[in-house]
């Protein structure tokens, strides 16, 4: 459709005078857009000093083709998701893009790749140095400008994958598609898959096109269940607006495929409900909208959740046109992730997802906000663990059969005791375990709960809740100690290496502990690694924290790091050997408090080294099992850290000057 067939079209629907206001509404949009540089970068290699402390990445590159930049926090989404998953997951991640952001606000974001530039500043030869055999290209739209990149990373033997993810035969992709690109692609791509069931169907047609006979999977959309979880507490944002029923929407507002009719007619019609709308608003003509659609702005995707959770319900207002009913919107998981009821237009491939209910009127939209029913959690659950950004991530590689993916090394194999402690943790420490269980064939491990005298009901529930899981052991302690409880359940385990855990993490993919184990196995005197640390003050007292530093202090070219002072045992791995050799953790810290600072330190004054890496496949509700932030933990951290302090200063002071 041509730019004057859609004024036209425009004026024919709304008359002459909203017609301009549009018009002006664009031009102002435009000139805003054009203010705006898109944020490159290639991220620095390691120094020489820097190759005595740190382990690289050895996995291999994953080279991300995306239309917008990571920040976009419309059309970017995606991809920066994809980026996120594959840097936890051990890779190198390139991502290039073919066109500026159109939002006119930009946040900070943590950008985890080596290379975050636009195409029309990447030369093929500055991808060609990087390219091997096996590494991963991602191209989500076939843009004539990816060519050359495509041909380039063929003949590098470089595994290509092409996601059919919007209809970019409609005008959303007039920049966009390129029928010779897309052949071309197609021609060379070693997986094909498409986010819903209609793009999957596309697919198979330019196969027949182009006379071409290849496999498409369906692999919808997906949420990030770390950062979208409905256990954390969050505060009310100040400006969600409240009514009889609170309704949200985030994302792009300017596409026609938006149904305003049907949002303006619905709040006409229920004028004590408020509308709230997250993104950019700012080609949007909001002359004659209803006061109750209230336009937030653009929000950072962290601060989402605290909106979602204070909702009655999430909505998707999208036209089922030709773009429409292509998609598969990010915000559907997410909302579901968040336990939200939901109410959209019928679009095809969201039909029978948790919790969400479809009217294609306002009438109807309006008989569904009435709707009694209570929201099925569990539903929910297992709907968001079929469909979290690390599953679909390893489909993709699994898919694409790559080496490594298939077995456990057979030193770790059936010879890891994962140890979890337990003081009435009721709300959290199933789905430590239930997740532990769910994910443990490529280990094959055994899991050992220690019940550190819950009164809350939670060992008896632990009992009879696993009393048929031969995998599972459940141990009393005979007081409330992390170190007399994680000693009691090495004393149990009847395996080589030991992992601990808390209660307030989770698994999240089945090959979650494959990162630690390769630093295990390659890395220089390693003893322990663990998924927190930090550095001493000039007290020799814990002081900073990895979470106080960009990337958790693991930038996107790094594995594992050992410039660190002290692991935290909240994923923490060791030899049952080296741990009993050291004489395991110091029942002094009883109940809690610098224990596995101490465990740190005793593994590097035993002449082993200790290894940091994020790149475990965890999620973390943090504070859920030591009451941080109380006058009597305050009082625990000062006591143990006074006796950690005079403890270390008669055995090794040296170990007390690794500062940040």
């Keep these: 459709m041509s730019k004057l067939q859609k004024i036209r079209d425009y004026q024919k629907l709304h008359g002459t005078g909203k017609t301009i206001n549009w018009l002006y509404n664009n031009v102002k949009y435009r000139a805003m857009k054009l203010k705006s540089r898109p944020i490159e970068f290639d991220y620095e290699p390691l120094k020489e000093e820097e190759k005595d402390y740190v382990v690289p990445k050895t996995k291999g590159n994953v080279f991300i083709f995306g239309t917008v930049p990571f920040y976009d926090i419309g059309g970017g989404q995606r991809s920066a998701w994809l980026a996120r998953i594959y840097n936890k997951l051990g890779y190198k991640v390139f991502y290039v893009f073919a066109f500026d952001s159109s939002e006119v606000k930009k946040f900070k974001l943590e950008i985890t790749c080596v290379m975050h530039k636009s195409i029309q500043n990447v030369a093929v030869q500055d991808l060609e140095k990087y390219a091997s055999k096996n590494d991963i290209a991602i191209f989500e739209a076939p843009y004539k400008e990816f060519k050359d990149y495509v041909l380039m990373l063929k003949n590098k033997e470089v595994k290509i994958v092409y996601e059919n993810i919007d209809n970019w035969e409609s005008h959303l992709g007039n920049q966009v598609f390129d029928a010779d690109t897309l052949k071309l692609i197609l021609e060379n791509a070693d997986l094909l898959t498409g986010t819903a069931i209609p793009l999957v169907e596309q697919l198979k047609v330019y196969l027949n096109r182009f006379e071409l006979k290849k496999k498409v999977i369906y692999i919808p959309n997906a949420v990030d269940d770390e950062l979208f979880n409905p256990h954390k507490n969050y505060e009310m944002p100040k400006d969600l607006n409240i009514g009889s029923k609170t309704l949200l929407y985030y994302g792009s507002l300017w596409g026609d495929w938006f149904d305003w009719e049907l949002l303006t007619n619905l709040a006409l019609k229920n004028p004590d409900i408020r509308i709230n709308l997250i993104g950019d608003a700012s080609s949007v003509d909001k002359s004659d909208m209803p006061e109750n659609i209230c336009f937030l702005g653009l929000k950072q995707q962290t601060d989402l959740p605290s909106y979602l959770a204070y909702v009655d319900y999430a909505i998707l207002p999208f036209k089922t046109d030709n773009i429409g009913k292509y998609v598969s919107p990010l915000k559907l998981f997410e909302y579901i992730a968040m336990h939200k009821k939901i109410i959209a237009t019928p679009l095809p491939d969201i039909i029978g997802y948790p919790n969400l209910y479809t009217g294609s009127s306002y009438e109807q939209w309006q008989k569904i906000l009435n709707n009694k029913k209570k929201v099925d959690?569990?539903?929910?659950?297992?709907?968001?663990?079929?469909?979290?950004?690390?599953?679909?991530?390893?489909?993709?590689?699994?898919?694409?059969?790559?080496?490594?993916?298939?077995?456990?090394?057979?030193?770790?194999?059936?010879?890891?005791?994962?140890?979890?402690?337990?003081?009435?943790?009721?709300?959290?420490?199933?789905?430590?375990?239930?997740?532990?269980?769910?994910?443990?064939?490529?280990?094959?491990?055994?899991?050992?709960?220690?019940?550190?005298?819950?009164?809350?009901g939670s060992y008896e529930k632990l009992l009879k809740t696993y009393k048929k899981e031969a995998s599972v052991k459940i141990v009393a302690n005979t007081k409330n100690g992390c170190s007399s409880g994680r000693n009691l359940g090495v004393k149990n385990a009847s395996k080589d290496y030991i992992v601990f855990l808390d209660s307030d993490e989770w698994v999240l993919h089945k090959y979650w502990l494959d990162n630690y184990i390769d630093i295990y196995l390659t890395a220089h005197n390693v003893g322990a690694i663990a998924w927190g640390a930090g550095w001493f003050n000039d007290y020799g007292h814990s002081y900073r924290f990895v979470d106080n530093y960009d990337y958790r202090y693991m930038p996107p070219l790094i594995q594992a790091r050992c410039d660190i002072g002290y692991l935290a045992t909240c994923g923490f791995l060791i030899s049952k050997k080296l741990f009993n050799e050291i004489e395991g953790f110091d029942e002094a810290y009883d109940p809690t408090c610098y224990e596995d600072t101490d465990l740190a330190l005793k593994v590097r004054n035993s002449g082993k080294e200790i290894y940091y890496s994020a790149h475990l496949g965890v999620g973390h509700l943090p504070h859920q099992t030591t009451g941080a932030g109380s006058s009597a933990h305050d009082k625990l951290i000062l006591e143990k850290g006074n006796y950690f302090v005079s403890k270390w200063k008669k055995i090794n002071p040296d170990l007390l000057k690794y500062k940040k």
């Design 377 to 456: 959690i569990e539903l929910a659950d297992d709907f968001i663990k079929q469909n979290n950004w690390y599953t679909r991530c390893l489909t993709i590689l699994e898919n694409l059969s790559f080496k490594g993916m298939k077995k456990c090394p057979a030193k770790f194999y059936d010879n890891i005791s994962v140890v979890v402690l337990n003081h009435n943790n009721a709300n959290v420490i199933f789905r430590c375990v239930d997740t532990l269980l769910k994910n443990k064939e490529r280990y094959n491990y055994e899991i050992i709960v220690v019940d550190n005298q819950s009164s809350d």
